[in-house]
């Protein structure tokens, strides 16, 4: 192109725009986002130090009372503290956001990186990864859960299996393009070796986008968690988490309409929070892909 | 004296809206008056898009900010002109047409849709009347078969058809001013040579005044009545073309001047007898393209392509785009397999050779590439991206990077550059590190890919002593793939004539170029613009042993 | 362009090859016995011998999977071990309000989303910019349950403008039909607005960026005519296809929203089949949302063609 506004284009990828975590207080929404997830964060982590009762056990004689003292936000059907379900409820989905997040990052980075450089391995693969992203992903999850029993690691592979497409494309797609790059053809001639040119020339490309994606996949990961709950296909029932809560509350709904929304609310804002982080280190770490993808 | 259409007055133009921006545009005067050309000239940076981009009210805006100064077009002020008011002017008053014509026309609208809807926008004319004048238009630009290409989409035309239709749509409504930003740079030599004419042609039938902007001093030499010459956003110097070319007053135009490769090929060195380092017999690359139904289609990227290289010489591959040169150069690097023949390197065959088995002589053969921006790992310093390669053969880290910081000298940079990203240097020190980079594996031969072609003409010149200072030192055989005959003159002792993917003429350079055998050669020699004037000289090209006097 | 048609449809048969591979080996390949896993806890040896029987699982694994593909490619989706009737009629009964719930969100989708994204991409930056991709990502973040709980509060508990839930036919009457269908569009649609809203909004800036929409400029014709022509009919692609991809989402979203609304349809019958372990019932809806989903990216590949004149193989 002839338009001309700079001497030089010399902010392609500099390493500084690599460095740090400056951007989680760029502004003032995203600001409000970072103390928001740290908040949710750190009650999850102390919620055995400071939650008044416990949330597993049941008082029939406490059951749907209203918020008072002693129950801040009431008591659920089996006279449980909902607080304090609240509150625990939070471990779990941070616990299978990251752990999802962390598995289909790892998984899809082997696998997108072979697949972009191995012609055969990816004409394999990616017919695999297509039949996997033609399965509704909550289908997916329903079915892989119901059948294999559920336990926290089941149902977090359960969010996993459906993400790891979208990683593994990403990073394939990134290797594709790199791979183009007269650097990484200067590598070949200067005798390189396949896994150098993997390390030192192709992964560095990647690692942006996949914080990106990370958050992202983290952000969909506490939803999945939720819906599988709350559909009565996630984690046993008695253990708090915000969708089992949520599922308890359907039944009592038009009574107790606080039993949903404390727990949604709480869920909304962890997830909003995560996917307002996504779009800031996006914007941040990698400006090309800004403008290009729209999420997925 | 004709009238003046443009009056460009003292026009500032900021980089953002504060008062302490920086300024892109920096007091820029100029006219452009009725039926002539004004070059606009000037190296990457120099401002001279921006300034024709400001007349047409499409800088980016906000990013680009007009702050003071005036640009009237036929006595009207543009820069305060509503955004309703510059709609009416475009196509009408003034009109542009830009470098790619690939992306300067909507690739899902047919062209002569496109032209259409420039008079659905400024006139009433019933859709009968606006189809004649369009293929009316459309023959004037000299297009065949006019009625098939008006119903033709952008990626079905050449390069060439595609700024024909573009200028039949800057000039359907006979505007008063052309703007024409490097109209040519991303064509073929003698289709660029087509298009000037068309230009001049046009221009001289309809009294256009062209503002006409270029970074080639050829181009320049071929169309312009008068030169204008940018650097840093200002006017560095002005005047009708004999003059400045002859005698010009300012130290830059000068520098610019002298930097223009001649087309007279250097003098011939003596025939060497040097051992031949890289020998290639009827290469040829094939690439198929599977299909379900239907036969698989062939394209022969390069056929039957035997040359030689000898120590310490300089082999020239020249060709037009699609000529197959760079597949040529690609094959015998092996960054592709070739199909058929033999490469031979060192008296050793290469071309059927495994990846692990070819790893030994990797190091033989080194290649720089053409765009400098992006032949450097952003991440790798440079003095890591130097040492690459020797460590890749078992040289110690240390000692490697210590040669690094050698080569570095070699190539004229400093020697803290080993320690600092590639994104701190401009075009030419990148390209300076490239080779640093392929010169660290004391490689026989090095091939440059269209090394100097992304570079401004005295960042080439600098690039290009380089090379010729390398090969002096090390006596290092060169294959250089360019594009440009003035390079291919100037830096090699043979040259490979290419054309859709064979090779239509060799021979030394200097009788190739001046005495061409093949009627192609002749043509491109013929088309290679300014080819009668000596930059450097400052004077034409002396008819005795002259390129232009074929 | 025949060819084309005929290098999509063939290129989709692996892909379903894969998905029934993969529902396939998902009951045969959890741990246990799988006719223990259907039949549940309590279940009596009978009850175990007629569900091998009745899967076939006493056969090695390669006949099973044989078998089952000739039986799905004669259309035999199975028969439900709760309720003994053919899997292909349950879906019958229960596809109305799945279609209308699905394509009702879709149109509604499409109108809000297209527009929004052009108006934020042309106003970059601006509040308006800003405040479409804010909701943008409410709409990814807000589960559609809880959106959905919230309009039952809102519209149908505290205003009492609309039913709370349920579905009537639309063959008893537009009206009731209409009115049930309110809530259950406007929570499904929130995330498939944010979806294409953001999608165009993208592509939109992609290609205001590009040379041609400069030379439209250029040309003197106005800002409507630059978007509109130029810009979002070259933008249509990825906005395409990302409705395509989106499907995935929208069935998902279904699955819940049926929950939420108490409609009798396709997503509700999935979650009460996965409940009960029906397995034939989880197979059939597998595949046949995976189905419609390669089908519809299929038609979107040909669509392509049509937008684009590039892409004519």
Known sequence: MAVETLPEPSTRVTPTSRSGFGFLTSGPIITTATICLTIIVVLAIIAPWIVPHDPMLLKPAQRLKPASAEFLLGTDAYGRDVLSRILYGGRISLLIGLGSAIISIVVGLVIGLVSGFFKWVDAVMMRIMDGLMAIPAILLAIAVVSLSGASLLTVMIAITIPEIPRVARLVRSVVLSAREEPYVEAAISLGSSLPKIMWRHLMPNTIAPLIVQGTYVCAAAILTEAILSFLGAGISPEIPTWGNIMAEGRTYFQIKPSLIFWPGLMLSIAILSVNLIGDAARDALDPRLKRREGRK | MSDIVLDIDNLVVTLGKEADSDRVIDGVSLQVREGETLCLVGESGSGKSVTSLTVMGLQQKGALVPVSGSARLVGEELLTASDKRLRQLRATRMAMIFQEPMTALNPVVPVGRQIDEVLRAHTNLDAGTRQQRILAMMEHVRLPDVTRIFKSYPHQLSGGQRQRIMIAMALVLEPKLLIADEPTTALDVTTQKQILALIRDLQRDHGTAVLFITHDMGVVAEIADRVAVMRYGRIVETGPLDDVLRAPTMEYTRNLLSSVPSLVPRAPRPESTEP??????????????????????????????????????????????????????????????????????????????????????????????????????????????????????????????????????????????????????????????????????????????????????????????????????????????????????????????????????????????????????????????????????????????????? | MLGYLIRRILAAIPVMGVVALFVFLLLRLTPGDPAAIIAGDNATPEQLMRIRISLGLNEPLYVQFITWIGQLLRGDLGVSLISGVPVLRMIGQRIEPTIAVALSTIVVSILVAVPLGVIAAWKRGTWIDRGVMGLSVIGFSVPVFVIGYVLIQVFAIDLRWLPVQGFRSLSRGLVPFAERLVLPTLALSFIYVALIARMTRAAMLDVLDEDYVRTARAKGIGETGVLLRHALRNAAVPVITVIGTGFALLISGVVVTESVFNLPGIGRLTVDAVLARDYPVIQAMILLTSGIYVAINLLIDLAYTLLDPRIRY
Not at chain 2, 432 to 439: E, P, S
């Open chain 2, 276 to 550: 031949i380092v890289l020998e290639t017999s009827a290469l040829g690359k094939v690439y198929r393209e599977r299909s379900f139904v239907g036969k698989a289609r062939e394209v022969a990227a390069a056929k039957d392509v035997t040359l030689t290289l000898r120590k310490g010489r300089t082999l020239g591959i020249v060709g037009e785009s699609g000529s197959g040169k760079s597949t040529v150069a690609r094959c015998i690097v092996r960054l592709i397999d070739p199909t058929t023949g033999s490469v031979r390197l060192v008296g050793r065959e290469i071309s059927g050779l495994s990846r692990t088995a070819l790893q030994p002589h990797r190091k033989r053969i080194q290649i720089v590439f053409q765009d400098p921006y992006r032949s450097l790992n952003p991440r790798v310093t440079v003095g890591e991206s130097i040492a690459e390669g020797p460590i890749n053969y078992g040289v110690p880290r240390n000692e490697a990077l210590k040669r690094a910081g050698e080569l570095l000298e070699l190539v004229d940079l400093p020697a803290d550059a080993i320690s600092r990203y590639p994104h701190q240097f401009s075009g030419g020190q990148r390209q300076r590190i490239a080779i640093a980079r392929a010169l660290a594996l004391d490689p026989d031969v090095l091939v440059a890919d269209e090394a100097v072609s992304a570079l401004d003409v005295s960042v080439q010149a600098q690039v290009l002593d380089l090379f010729d200072e390398i090969q002096a030192r090390l006596g290092i055989a060169l294959l250089f793939i360019t594009h440009d005959l003035r390079v291919a003159a100037q830096i090699c002792d043979d040259v490979v004539v290419m054309q859709h993917g064979r090779v239509v003429e060799q021979g030394p350079a200097a009788a190739v170029l001046t005495d061409p055998q093949q009627a192609y050669t002749k043509q491109l020699l013929d088309a290679a613009p300014g080819r009668h004037w000596d930059f450097a000289n400052f004077r034409p090209v002396d008819s005795s042993p002259g390129v232009g006097a074929v």
